[in-house]
């Protein structure tokens, strides 16, 4: 979150298990945040269990890959968001 404070990312690559401060933890605070709420969360997770997929979907998170996933599938949604990013902008 501190280097939140002076990037703005144009999508965001998180997963449940990270150090400090878990991904559902980061997405709602982004969430909550008015300058970072619009930006593209997608969460990568060997948890897919679908307690899990609920949860982030409730809290915001974008998009929801579990592991291993396909890296083209990947890739296409990072380039969706950032041509929608793009095409509103």
Known sequence: MEKLQ???????????E????DGFDLTRNVRA???L????????TSRTADKHQNYA????VSHFLGKPYQ?????????GFL???K???
């Open 33 to 35: 945040d008015a300058r």
């Open 57 to 60: 979907k409730e809290i915001g």
């Open 71 to 79: 890296e083209d599938d990947l890739l296409e949604k990072i380039s």
């Open 6 to 16: 002076t990037v703005m990312p144009d999508v965001m690559l998180v997963d449940i």
């Open 87 to 89: 095409a509103a902008a």
């Open 37 to 44: 709420a619009r930006v593209p969360v997608i969460m990568i």
């Open 83 to 85: 041509r929608a990013r």
């Open 18 to 21: 990270m150090p400090r401060m």
